[in-house]
């Protein structure tokens, strides 16, 4: 009988999940059955639970038993988890290290405490802090590393809520995409731990911007997109994602190896709002449905689980069954259990309002709303949600790239700050490289976030978010030994770390410390921005960005400590204040500087009725060269993926004939002739001191056309001096990217060059041939850049002229610096700050602290013409940003004059911009000048178009 039982019991075995199917079972089997198989489970159940006598007990019943209980346990760390002596993570044979005479900002009261003194890390943690004598560390004998910070600031390791580092990995290879199923709306069962790929170029680039934990979410493309991981970023001896994890969820093996310890967290991602809308065909009313649906069928099982446990508990065994579970909807289950953080891709009002009432219909907390562009117009809300109001993670000035992110503002941190909600910010990696994550905080520290909550954002409040502040997020005693020393302020733009040190392994080969004046290392003054961060609310996110006509023809800056204009193509400085005790004067008339210097000597300038002066006091600001936008489609789009908004692309010749009406395949067509003025991104770069964009038409594949340079400040096309330049060059790109073969674009490109020049396209590429016009080539790989190297010459030998070629992007030019000097071709590097997103950017120079050099100072090293673009058109406000960061990485060696060049009259000489000085805006700052982070944009003085704008 015994024997005959047991087939029965291993069938029933595989019912453990479909609870239905075991019932239908056990009433087939029969009572004679029923009762043998009890009598055997009997004898293995007493042997574990003599306390159950009942004769019902079924044999797993103290596995049953076990995991019921397991339904009441908390989740977060043991209450001894501070006794730990050593990490989980330890690295065995790692050293001892003693981190002397730091300024460390430790994450705690706040984020206002600033401890001075050592810090001592072994066993993968932060063992001591304070003045340690030699009792302390003797012990260690020689066995200890010993670093002097030389009083550096020393932050914790920063936190990275929102990364898609190892699942989007870089470069992108169709080998290693694994960020989003499109397998189904909801999906909580994937795992992004199942995709982590160990080869990502990125880890040590993130580690290199100070990032030491990211929490790896699943893409937004669906609803519910699966499970996310938090992985620490150092290499592991086991080399596997599994060895990466930081307190992974015993679910990932199904291990408990303490059954009557705290679970560990987990953490989920959910999307709504256009991704999963676009993505699955449907409207924001079926994504929400997609989400009730599968919370609706979490909570039966949940139900079905607390139905059977309490029967269970009490030793009710009759006709229990087995415990309901389903191991695709198990994580949604424990989401109702508030066993996961629930991080939400989020942006409008609209949707956070649903996810607020999904919240409270199913009674589980959100841990964080991602995007979110619209949050900080509804604190009262995210007050509203399940439990604890959600921390926002947002980033600090990327917006407008697709419509539910048009009301992003800048001032979100430091207004949802104000309201007591927790702002973080998030990279998105690869979306804003993650070794910039410190930079987004600088930036809205600039706006306004407060300084304590802005270092926070990253360490200790993005930690505590994950569930992980009891170990990760502060420099404490007993936490891990995750360290960035820094080699400024943390909030001083550039800042880099000198070394980061991961469960107390130092991360940095022999780093590249950048030389920086002392004033760096105290916390930087920004300007006041209340006035703005007021009416970004009170306009919903769209305040008014034109600026104001001075009402005045003259007007006089008074206390200006410089001025910088353009001469003869290049950035001279005219006049710079020794001491704050002889600031100088500007006056403009009609846009145009007609005197500067000091106070009396433009006392005496001849016919200035001095009665009928408008006077803007710079407080020790400048007058700068305004900049030059290029790289993003800006002036030709409102919202990138909009189509409706947006110019469109052109056809490419080389994927399809461009039609007959159009001039067939010999036209090319003019970015002037789809300007679209006024684009928020426009204004908002206008207001920061970006004056003019060059823009290329945009396009897909090879084929561009010509560029053309405009006024980021007017308001139409017929507007005076709006067009600059209605044709500047001729724009093309080869890419690995654009189809069909490198080797096919080349050789369309030497036709254009050296064929027949018919048509329209033929006049232009003519210019070109006779060196009247440049030829501007978005090229990134070195070995294309090579090829271009070559065809130049190739062309110059038949044509007998002197070709002007430009290559645009230009990540590996670096590797060409000298032969492209010698060529005598100009580079404008796009984006400025080097990332290996695909295979034709990889050999990047990182620049500081991996390597002393960066591109911009290799190419600059060996006089090419630099200059810096950007990728995105909402990018195009932090151009003053991006050049003073290559001055500051450069340490000293390139002026500002350079600085300046390098963001405008470099960029117009590249792209066939003119170069009367007449054409130039100058721009206005007070408190510092446009490259200092502390300057605020006050006017902007036009000569070409005879005003002074007030902003
Ligand atoms: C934390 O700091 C912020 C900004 O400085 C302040 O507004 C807030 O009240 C502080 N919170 C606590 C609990 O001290
Ligand atoms: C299960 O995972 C945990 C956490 O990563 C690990 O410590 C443990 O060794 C794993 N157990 C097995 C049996 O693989
Ligand atoms: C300045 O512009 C005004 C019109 O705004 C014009 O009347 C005036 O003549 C101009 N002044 C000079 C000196 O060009």
Request: proline share 6%; glycine share 8%.
């Amino acid at each position: 009988m015994m024997e005959g039982s047991i087939p029965h019991r291993r069938n029933g075995h595989s019912f453990v999940h479909r609870p239905m199917c075991q019932f239908r079972l056990l009433s087939a089997l029969g009572l004679f059955t029923f009762i043998v198989l009890n009598a055997s489970q009997l004898h293995l159940s007493s042997y574990h639970y003599p306390l159950f006598s009942n004769k019902r007990a079924p044999v797993h019943a103290a596995a049953i038993i076990s995991r019921c209980r397991q339904l009441s346990l908390e989740t977060g760390p043991p209450s001894d988890f501070h006794t730990r002596s050593q990490s989980d993570r330890f690295v065995p044979g790692a050293k001892p290290v003693l981190v002397k005479n730091a300024r460390i900002w430790t994450g705690g009261k706040n984020g206002t405490e600033i401890l001075r003194g050592d810090i001592l890390l072994d066993k993968g943690l932060i063992k001591s802090i304070g003045r340690l004598g030699i009792k302390q560390t003797e012990t260690y004998g020689n066995r200890l590393v010993v670093v002097d910070a030389k009083g550096a600031w020393i932050t914790p390791g920063i936190v990275d809520i929102h990364s898609h580092l190892a699942v989007g990995s870089s470069p992108e290879l169709s080998g290693a995409i694994d960020d989003n199923s499109y397998n189904g709306i909801v999906q909580p069962w994937l795992r992004s731990l199942d995709g982590l790929n160990t080869h990502d170029d990125a880890y040590l680039l993130s580690v290199a911007g100070g990032v030491t934990t990211s929490l790896i979410l699943p893409g937004s493309a669906d609803a519910i997109g699966g499970q996310a991981f938090v992985i620490k970023l150092r290499e592991t001896a086991e080399r596997s994602p599994s060895s990466m994890l930081v307190e992974p969820p015993y679910q990932i093996n199904q291990s408990y190896p303490n059954p009557n310890l705290p679970l560990r967290w987990r953490h989920i991602k959910h999307a709504c709002g256009e991704n999963p809308s676009g993505i699955y065909h449907g409207t924001r009313m079926d994504t929400i449905w997609a989400f009730r649906e599968a919370y609706n069928r979490a909570r039966l099982i949940k139900e079905r689980q607390d139905e059977f446990c309490s029967a269970a508990l009490a030793g009710k065994w009759d006709n229990l069954g087995e415990f309901p579970d389903d191991l695709k909807w198990e994580a949604l289950v424990d989401v109702l259990r508030g066993r996961v953080k629930v991080n939400i891709h989020c942006y409008e009002a609209v949707d956070i309002d649903s996810m607020v009432r999904l919240s409270n219909e199913f009674k589980f907390s959100i841990a964080a709303f991602h995007h979110a562009s619209e949050a900080y117009l509804i604190p009262d809300l995210l007050k509203k949600s399940y439990g604890k109001p959600p921390a926002v993670a947002l980033f600090a000035t990327s917006s407008r790239y697709k419509r539910e992110a048009y009301r992003a503002s800048e001032f979100a941190p430091r207004i949802l700050a104000r309201h007591g909600l927790t702002a973080l910010m998030k990279s998105d990696h690869p979306f804003i490289n993650s070794r910039y994550l410190l930079h987004e905080v600088q930036q809205a520290y600039y706006y306004g976030f407060p300084e304590n909550l802005a270092l926070a954002s990253v360490t200790s409040n993005s930690a505590e978010t994950m569930g992980l502040g009891h170990r990760i997020g502060y420099i404490k005693e007993g936490w891990d030994a995750d360290l960035v020393l820094w080699d400024s302020h943390p909030l001083a733009l550039g800042a880099t770390p000198m070394q980061v040190f991961i469960d107390g392994v130092a991360q940095l080969e022999s780093p590249y410390v950048i030389p920086k004046p002392a004033n760096f290392q105290r916390l930087p003054k920004v300007p006041n921005f209340d006035k703005e961060a007021h009416e970004a609310v009170a306009y919903e996110g769209l305040p008014p960005l034109f600026p104001k006509k001075s009402p005045l023809d003259l007007i006089t800056f008074i206390n200006v400590k410089s001025v910088y204009t353009h001469l003869m193509g290049s950035v001279h400085q005219m006049f710079f204040a020794q001491d704050d005790g002889h600031l100088g004067v500007v006056i403009t008339r009609n846009g145009s500087i007609v005197c500067s210097g000091s106070s009396e000597a433009c006392q005496k300038t001849p016919g200035l009725d001095h009665e009928n002066m408008f006077t803007i006091d710079l407080a020790g600001g400048a007058i700068s060269p305004g900049l030059v936008s290029f790289g993003s489609p800006l002036g030709l789009q409102h919202i990138n993926q909009e189509s409706s908004t947006n110019d469109g692309k052109v056809y490419d010749p080389l994927i399809r004939p461009i039609p007959k009406l159009v001039g067939g395949d010999n036209s090319i067509i003019r970015a002037v002739d789809g300007l679209l003025f006024g684009s928020r991104d426009a204004l908002l770069a206008y207001r920061a001191g970006v004056t003019t964009a060059i823009t290329a038409p945009a396009h897909g594949g090879f084929y561009a056309g010509l560029g053309t340079s405009f006024s980021l400040g007017a308001s139409h096309k017929l507007e005076d001096g709006s067009v600059i330049q209605a044709v500047t060059a001729v724009h093309v790109s080869i890419r690995h990217l654009s189809k069909p073969s490198v080797s096919t674009q080349i050789a369309a490109l030497r036709r254009l060059l050296t064929g027949p020049q018919n048509g329209a396209a033929g006049q232009w590429f003519k210019k070109v041939t006779d060196g009247d016009i440049p030829l501007v080539v978005e090229a990134h790989s070195a070995d294309i850049i090579a090829t271009l190297i070559s065809l130049k010459k190739e062309v110059e030998a038949t044509t007998h002229t002197t070709i002007k070629l430009t290559v645009t992007g230009a990540s590996e030019a670096h590797l060409l610096a000298k032969e492209l000097s010698e060529a005598g071709i100009g580079v404008i590097l796009n984006p400025s700050r080097p990332f290996p997103a695909v295979w034709e950017d990889r050999r990047i120079n990182p620049g500081p602290p991996i390597t002393r050099e960066s591109s911009i100072t290799s190419l600059m090293t060996h006089n090419v013409v630099v200059g810096i673009g950007c990728v995105h058109s909402w990018a195009a406000r932090s151009l003053p940003f991006d050049i003073a960061w290559a001055a500051i990485e450069a340490g000293g060696r390139i002026s500002k004059e350079e600085a300046f060049a390098i963001g405008s009259s470099n960029v117009e000489k590249l792209l066939g911009g003119e170069a009367r000085a007449e054409i130039h805006d100058l721009v206005a700052t007070r408190g510092g000048d446009l490259l200092d982070a502390r300057a605020k944009v006050v006017a902007v003085i036009s000569p070409r178009r005879q005003l002074v704008d007030l902003l």
